[in-house]
Structures are given as structure tokens and as C-alpha cells.
């Protein structure tokens, strides 16, 4: 269920940049401050609380696997996937 999860949150998240880099993109350099026309304005004030709000569920359900893993017993250390959701490796850049 957590694996499922993580997948939608996942591509929930590209989606996410993708719209934010293209608008980005349209905004050519611009600062947020900067936009002028109000909808391009809300669209980026929503993105952006979308993406963290999608981030904050991502930390939140990432640190529930983890401990579940590290609390079953299982020797999550000897087990390259379990191994990659406890230490989080895909997520340092983030």
C-alpha cells in the first residue's frame, strides 16, 4: 500500500514540475513578484502549494515506511530495496 502510494505521489510530484517549469519557462526569468497578469500569478501561488503539499504527504508516508521497515525485525540492511526506502537515497537532492 505505502509502494503504491509513494508511486502516485511520484508521478503526482513530475506533474507538479513539469507545470512548475513550464510556467517558469513563460515567465522567462521574471520574478514571481514581477507577474503582472493575476490568473498566471494564482496558477504559480497554487502550484507551489501543491508541490509542498505534496512534498509534506511524500516525508510523511517516507518516514512511515522507514520505521515500519527498521521496526518489523526484517534485516532491512541486506535487502537493496528495503535498504534504498530507509536510508532514502532518492530523496538527498530534496
Do not use: C, F, Y
Not at 16 to 30: D, G, I, P, R, V
Not at 33 to 50: M, N, V, W
Not at 55 to 69: D, E, N, V
Amino acid at each position: 500500500m505505502v509502494e503504491s502510494e509513494h508511486m502516485i505521489l511520484s508521478r503526482s510530484n513530475a506533474k507538479l514540475s513539469a507545470q512548475m517549469l513550464e510556467l517558469a519557462e513563460k515567465a522567462n526569468t521574471l520574478r514571481k513578484e514581477d507577474i503582472e497578469d493575476p490568473t498566471a500569478r494564482k496558477q504559480l501561488d497554487d502550484l507551489e502549494e501543491q508541490v509542498k503539499a505534496s512534498k509534506q504527504k511524500w516525508r510523511i508516508m517516507k518516514g512511515t515506511a522507514s520505521g515500519t521497515i527498521v521496526g518489523s525485525g526484517v534485516d532491512w540492511a541486506r535487502d537493496e530495496k528495503l535498504l534504498e526506502i530507509v536510508l532514502d537515497r532518492e530523496g538527498e537532492d530534496g
